[in-house]
């Protein structure tokens, strides 16, 4: 008869057996990507394009579910509370990771206590435009209209405490003047609102806005990046046109839920980074204005908390608060 000893011992050898088994078998089912904004947008272009080669690498299988609403929250919370099996992961970008916990008054999650960091994917600078027939040429040109008529011009954005909104911030107290923020719900109706008359500038991505400025339909100022963009050679950036180290960006990012295996995070970091040098990735992701960044999941850890730290200075001193 084999004693306590050995049942246990044996016991311990089958449950590490197991484990590694199914470690070295993942993933044997399809992997659920949460895009927590709508379908047709530049994050859930990325997304899909980061999946599909991912797959085509690989040979998983990816659903690609849309999960909108309260900035990105909904989407991200839905994966922070999910099982941390690697089944469940999320693009989430610098809104949902880095501004919320500080804009929002209540958060369902905590990016950093909440959520597993698997790697950077992409960044894109944001870019102020005018409509095509605007007088303004430049950013010299803004600063002194509106230092002429404080308050007279107003910006939009996507929203109170957007990287865009945040940008417009900073480049009023450097500049010292005094814009009227007109946030939107979205990037559509203010793309045709600055386009029809309505509104004086517009601050957004540049994946979102690029196919307007090369239609004509807009006349881009600056970039917010500290150089300029491949996709928007000849705009200047916010530093070249007297802003000394002016730099917003907005980034993607995948992640999954707290505590999963390091063997598993290992195994998505390696296949995300392989996805994200294929010659297809980096052809879309320049049509869409971003720029491939691949990273460590400890590196993309360390991004998130910096920016977290960086961008919660400004939500303060801007004042944009959603209760």
């Keep these: 008869m084999l004693s306590i000893r050995r049942i246990c011992a044996a016991f311990i050898v089958g449950a590490c057996a197991l484990h590694a088994t ?12 949460i895009v927590p904004f709508p379908p047709g947008g530049g994050t859930d ?6 999946a599909n080669e991912m797959g085509t690498i690989k040979g998983w299988t990816f659903v690609i579910e849309n999960r909108p609403g309260a900035g990105g929250n909904l989407g991200v919370d839905l994966v922070a509370k999910s099982a941390p099996d690697g089944y469940t992961l999320v693009i989430g970008q610098t809104s949902n990771l880095a501004i919320n916990p500080t804009l929002y008054a209540k958060l369902p999650y905590d990016p950093e206590r909440d959520l597993t ?7 894109a600078p944001l870019v102020l435009v005018v409509a095509s027939n605007s007088p303004y040429k430049t950013l010299a040109d803004v600063v ?9 011009l107003d910006v939009a954005t996507s929203g109170n405490g957007t ?3 945040l940008a ?6 450097d500049a010292g003047i005094s814009l009227t923020h007109v946030p939107y719900k979205g990037a559509a109706q203010g793309s045709t609102d600055l386009i029809g008359g309505q509104i004086a500038m517009y601050m957004s991505s540049v994946p979102t806005l690029i196919g307007h400025i090369r239609s004509g339909a807009m006349r881009a100022l600056a970039v917010t990046s500290l150089q300029r963009t491949d996709d928007l050679p000849d705009v ?15 980034w993607f990012g995948l992640a999954g839920p707290k505590g999963m295996p390091a063997d598993v995070v290992a195994t998505l970091n390696k296949a995300l980074n392989a996805a994200l040098e294929a010659p297809a990735t980096r052809k879309l992701f320049q049509a869409q204005g971003a720029a491939v960044r691949s990273s ?7 991004l998130i908390h910096d920016d977290r730290v960086r961008w919660g200075q400004i939500v303060k001193e801007s004042g944009a608060r959603i209760d």
Excluded at 296 to 302: I, L, R
């Design 22 to 33: 199914a470690a070295l078998a993942y993933p044997d089912k399809p992997i659920r990507l």
């Design 45 to 50: 272009a990325l997304a899909r394009q980061v």
């Design 117 to 123: 960091p698997v790697g950077l994917v992409a960044d």
């Design 144 to 152: 002194a209209a509106s230092k002429a008529k404080p308050g007279s």
């Design 163 to 165: 990287v865009a909104h």
């Design 168 to 173: 417009t911030v900073m480049f009023q107290k």
């Design 236 to 250: 200047p950036t916010f530093a070249e046109s007297g802003f000394k180290d002016f730099d917003a960006v907005t």
């Design 296 to 302: 460590t999941p400890e590196a993309f850890g360390k």
